[in-house]
């Protein structure tokens, strides 16, 4: 079935009786040529790229929950490429170009909306490194402005351009950065996948990798042992309990990061803004809600919900940016597992393991990786060897220190980046 204005319109007038499901739902085969563990983003992404580049199509997403539940429909929707350090740059530049495509690509409206992302700064320190952040942009090709008070000022008439603590110098301009819709990401990629045959299996948790000899052999599941020649572990938040069924001890730690909505509000805000010294960022959603979010809670856990104290930061960040949120009426909060890695960069990589893949370390910008992360996944998987765009995401930066991507400057510790 493809969508199409033609086919929108038929329905409407037909009592919308013609539309079929997004996918199968399969029972399990007995052996695959590729299982993905994860029908988030990042799995339900790889599983489309490699049945589309790369022709695999005896593939299977297993998934413990439904497709979707986890943190690829959770997040605050923000797609953007403005990385600073290459093996980022490279990375989240290539990303964002497949964003550029992707609606035509699934055939699926993913709502990906380039409103342009203004990264706050407040200081003179501040604006030194937004402009050298700004200028590895442009190197990389990707789009970066330098605005100044009275132009973030034009653009942003709402926010406190005078807080005595946090007073605005200026902002850097994304235009191309935005946000897209995180459920219909993950609902298009799946249609994608199961288009092209891959076995999309729900309610289906990993409990066991075998390997023999070194070698990968297939997976225990709550349905059933499934052989298969190669897997993929991609569980985000989950990532260090399913390496471990391998023997793995990764160099990740799992926090809690929270997110707001707010009832819906006529238009105010039409950019993503972003608060970088107290890691505040917002933007609206197109039924109106204020959609933001802030920093991690801090402390490890594996729990999908936060607690009160980090509510209080992203409220009174909130209130020192733009008092006029104050009038607005909180709707829901939730919270997600992030995947924290030391350098705060992600991972995709063989392990030791023959036919064993690893991708994690997405911390808390892994929505706007998931096109990006799919396909570098599904070229390693496909063909052994690293996607050019994500030759530097690898494992053994953790044992050797060589190649850091250490974005922040934070040093080793998980929850500060
Ligand atoms: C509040 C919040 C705000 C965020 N905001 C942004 C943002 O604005 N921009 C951005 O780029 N990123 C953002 N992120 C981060 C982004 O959502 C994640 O980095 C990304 O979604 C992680 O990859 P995923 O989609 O594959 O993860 P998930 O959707 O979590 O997928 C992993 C899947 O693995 C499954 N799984 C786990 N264990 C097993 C098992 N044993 N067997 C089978 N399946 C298993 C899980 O059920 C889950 O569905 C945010 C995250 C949160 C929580």
């Known amino acids: 079935m493809r969508f199409s204005a033609l086919k929108v319109l038929k329905e409407g007038l037909t009592g919308n009786k013609g539309w079929q499901p997004h996918w199968r739902n399969p029972e399990p085969k007995a ?24 022709g695999l199509s005896n593939i299977a997403v297993l ?32 990303s964002l170009k497949l964003w550029e495509g992707l609606e035509q690509d699934l055939n699926y409206n993913v709502m990906h909306s380039q409103r342009g992302i203004i990264n706050l700064f407040h200081s003179d320190g501040q604006r030194d490194a937004a402009v050298r952040r700004g200028n590895a942009m442009i190197n990389q090709g990707d789009d970066a402005h330098l605005l100044s008070r009275e132009e973030v000022r034009a653009k942003l008439p709402y926010l406190d351009f005078d807080n005595a603590r946090f007073p605005i110098y200026g902002g850097l301009y994304h235009p191309r950065g935005g946000t897209a819709r995180h459920d219909a990401v993950a609902w298009g990629y799946a249609r994608g996948a199961d288009q092209r045959g891959v076995d999309l299996i729900q309610n289906c948790e990993v409990t066991g990798i075998d390997v023999e000899n070194g070698k990968v052999v297939g997976v225990q599941t709550t349905r059933g042992p499934i052989r298969a020649k190669k897997v993929g572990m991609v ?19 799992s926090h809690i990061l929270q997110a707001y909505v707010t009832e819906g509000l006529k238009p105010v805000i039409d950019h993503v803004v972003t608060f970088g010294m107290s890691h505040f960022y917002i933007s609206q959603s197109d039924k109106g809600g204020l959609v933001f979010g802030g920093d991690l809670d801090f402390y490890a856990s594996y729990a999908a919900r936060g607690n009160l104290p980090g509510k209080e930061q992203v409220m009174e960040a909130a209130m020192a940016l733009m008092p006029m949120i104050g009038k607005a009426r909180v709707l829901r909060s939730w919270g997600g597992i992030m995947d924290m890695s030391p350098d705060g960069s992600p991972i995709i ?46 494992l053994d930066r953790f044992e050797t220190g060589r190649g850091l991507m250490d974005e922040e400057g934070t040093g080793a510790q998980h929850n500060l980046h």
């Open 31 to 54: 052996e695959y040529d590729a299982v993905i563990i994860g029908g988030g983003g990042h799995g339900l992404s790889t599983a489309y790229y490699l049945a589309k580049e790369h």
């Open 63 to 94: 998934e413990k929950g439904y497709l979707g539940g986890g943190n690829v429909g959770r997040n605050t929707t923000i797609v953007r490429a403005n990385y600073y350090l290459p093996g980022n740059s490279e990375f989240y530049s290539h």
């Open 235 to 253: 569980t985000a938040g989950r990532s260090s309990q399913v390496a471990q069924m391998a023997g793995m001890r990764l160099p990740i730690e």
């Open 349 to 394: 990589d063989k392990t030791h393991i023959d036919g064993l893949f690893l991708n994690t370390g997405w911390c808390y910008g892994g929505f706007k990786a998931v096109p990006g992360s799919g396909f570098a996944m599904a070229h390693l998987m496909a063909t052994g060897r690293p996607h050019a765009s994500g030759e530097k995401l690898r």
